[in-house]
């Protein structure tokens, strides 16, 4: 999955089942990237809208929980997910290609990306330009503001990979795997978020 808009692409590599529900997925890629989960998201494939309803007057076109992503997308196929309408943070999502569940490899996994994510909340593409300008310019008035908001430090050429584990209970798991590259976001990147178990581990592979 890559974000659109940001000029030195911010991609992130994922194995899920490929009978994994759009909901499941869009659990997966918010702890890929370390998104906070608090915004409305959709996801639009073949110009078809899938969502869920968060009690905001938000009416999709389709249930996510019931759209299953091996009905919907094929292989070398893309479509599009969109975090944060205000931000309006659009990934593009492209299925690579469909192996065989490899026995000894646990799913959902995050086996590879590049850079930070953006700050929640920034203002978007041109928003987040405008905090690296910032931050990388101490003589700017509100270079030590955007330092304290972005939590003290943020380097957006580091990526701290995670590997999603499903836990007994149906819980999606995402723990840092590689080594520590320092905070991406004022906050820790470990999250647990709840879904629904998922049956039938032929793999699928997406970035």
């Known amino acids: 999955m890559t974000i659109v808009g940001i000029k030195t692409p911010v991609w992130r590599r994922v194995v899920v089942p490929s009978r994994i529900t759009l909901a499941e997925l869009h659990e997966v890629l918010q702890a890929a990237f370390g998104w906070w989960g608090y915004h409305l998201h959709e996801f639009d494939i073949d110009g078809v809208r899938f969502g869920s309803d968060d009690g905001e007057d938000w009416d999709p076109l389709e249930d996510e929980r019931r759209a299953r992503l091996d009905k919907l997308a094929r292989a070398g196929s893309s479509f599009t997910y969109t975090y944060d309408f205000g931000d309006n943070w659009r990934h593009t999502v492209t299925v690579e290609k469909i192996p065989p569940a490899d026995p000894s490899m646990t799913y959902p996994v995050c086996t590879g990306g590049r850079r930070a994510r953006p700050p929640e909340d920034c203002g978007g593409v041109s928003g987040y330009e405008n905090v690296l300008a910032v931050l990388a310019d101490p003589a700017d008035g509100e270079h030590a503001s955007m330092l304290e908001w972005v939590g003290g430090s943020f380097d957006p050429e580091r990526f701290r990979n995670v590997r ?36 039938g581990w032929r793999g699928g592979v997406g970035r």
């Open 164 to 199: 999603v584990r499903r836990q007994p209970e149906g819980r999606l798991d995402a723990r840092a795997v590689g080594p520590a590259c320092g905070r991406l976001t004022g906050r820790r990147w470990t999250r647990v978020r709840r879904a629904r178990r998922v049956r």
